[in-house]
């Protein structure tokens, strides 16, 4: 799991401190993390600090702090630990302090994310692998206007996944030819590397997909393991 390195980590003689001001002890995944640093990220999402006086300023939005302000706002028994910006916040609904969930400030509701806080960090590094993945097709596909993937036969039978998004189909494409014979594995060892220019992938295959309401899986590595992508918003990407 990688995440941007913050501030020093918290001695387990503050920790108790900031528990005595909560009032109660914090969850043991959380309580690990402090030990390793202080105000880190993942993606998006800021944890909130636990306050430190050398680094005040950057630390002034504590934890404590945090959740002793608008409180009223929030379920009862929502334990806040980090924000993305946007006015959804991450936490525990206590008294379990294990399951991760989301408040989401439009629906005004919590929905559970992940079943553990390593798990969540996990899905945010792998949210962030696939966006370089697919960063590094667009990248690319502009500089050598080909598009690869693998056919069960020359002209048809596109390798292609169920989306996880929707009942629909995610077909699969790729910026190399070593990224799509990575994927002749697990039932396509005997497919056909195809080569698309640009063009036609964008003229062709990008249209025909909106149409039937297919989704783009960009560089997908050989774990299947990538983004799902409207094709109008690839569309987009390629001509913009």
Avoid at 62 to 82: C, K, L, M, Q, W
Avoid at 102 to 117: I, K, N, R, S, Y
């Amino acid at each position: 799991m990688e995440h941007q390195i913050g501030l020093p980590s918290i001695s387990e003689e503050r920790l108790q401190e900031v528990e005595a001001e909560l009032g109660f002890s914090l969850p043991s995944e959380l309580r690990s993390y402090f030990k390793k640093e202080n105000k880190f990220e993942a993606g998006e999402w800021q944890f909130h600090p636990i306050k430190d006086e050398q680094y005040i300023k950057r630390t002034w939005e504590d934890i404590v702090r945090v959740n002793s302000t608008d409180a009223e706002d929030y379920p009862d028994g929502f334990f806040r630990i980090a924000a993305d910006g946007s006015g959804d916040e991450l936490g525990y609904l206590l008294p379990d302090a294990e399951t991760i969930v989301l408040w989401d400030h439009e629906e005004q509701e919590l929905f559970p994310v992940a079943p553990t806080l390593v798990a969540f960090l996990e899905q945010e590094q792998q949210l962030l692998d696939s966006a370089r993945q697919a960063d590094e097709f667009f990248e690319t596909v502009l500089e050598t206007g080909s598009v690869y993937g693998l056919s069960k036969l020359k002209q048809s039978g596109w390798a292609y996944c169920p989306s996880n998004q929707e009942e629909t189909d995610v077909l699969l494409f790729f910026s190399t030819e070593e990224g799509a014979r990575a994927c002749q594995t697990n039932g396509w060892e005997k497919y056909h590397l195809i080569r698309l220019d640009l063009d036609v992938f964008t003229d062709g295959w990008l249209p025909n997909m909106i149409q039937d309401g297919l989704y783009c899986g960009l560089n997908w590595d050989a774990g299947l393991q990538g983004l799902e992508l409207n094709p109008e918003n690839v569309l987009e990407e390629l001509e913009g």
